[in-house]
């Protein structure tokens, strides 16, 4: 059975950065593209980042230029480093798997394309 876990969120200052990891067992890691989600209180979840299997990276325009996607195929994980945070980078932040993704460069970057989920990481921005 696949198993994500995420690790590496946090209380942190405004500017300040953090790297989360998520290490996927119980399957092929290099034949998944990953993604990063994030949901805030009282928001719907939205997508962060993606990797595709080549490694091709997608991030959503409000995180571009500070957050970088990652992945390390020998280490099963995939990597979020997040600099410069914001008060509004404030979520649970999820990690998923798309084990279905239609290429080696296919970037999915809709949540209903992924179908494991890690129980998600918090990472709380103060200002």
């Known amino acids: 059975q696949v198993q994500l876990v995420e690790s590496g969120g946090g209380l942190v200052a405004v500017g300040d950065s953090l790297r989360l990891s998520c290490a996927v067992s119980?399957?092929?890691?290099?034949?998944?593209?990953m993604g990063w989600f994030r949901q805030a209180p009282g928001k719907e979840r939205e997508f962060v980042a993606a990797?595709?299997?080549?490694?091709?990276?997608h991030l959503v325009d409000s995180v571009k230029g500070r957050f970088t996607i990652s992945r390390d195929n020998p280490k099963n994980t995939v990597y979020l480093q997040m600099n410069s945070l914001k008060p509004e980078d404030t979520a649970v932040y999820y990690c998923?798997?798309?084990?279905?993704?239609?290429?080696?460069?296919?970037?999915?970057?809709?949540?209903?394309?992924?179908?494991?989920w890690g129980q998600g990481t918090q990472v709380t921005v103060s200002s």
């Open positions: 119980g399957g092929t890691f290099s034949r998944y593209a």
């Open positions: 990797i595709a299997r080549s490694g091709s990276a």
């Open positions: 998923a798997i798309d084990s279905n993704s239609g290429g080696f460069f296919v970037i999915p970057y809709k949540s209903r394309e992924y179908d494991y």
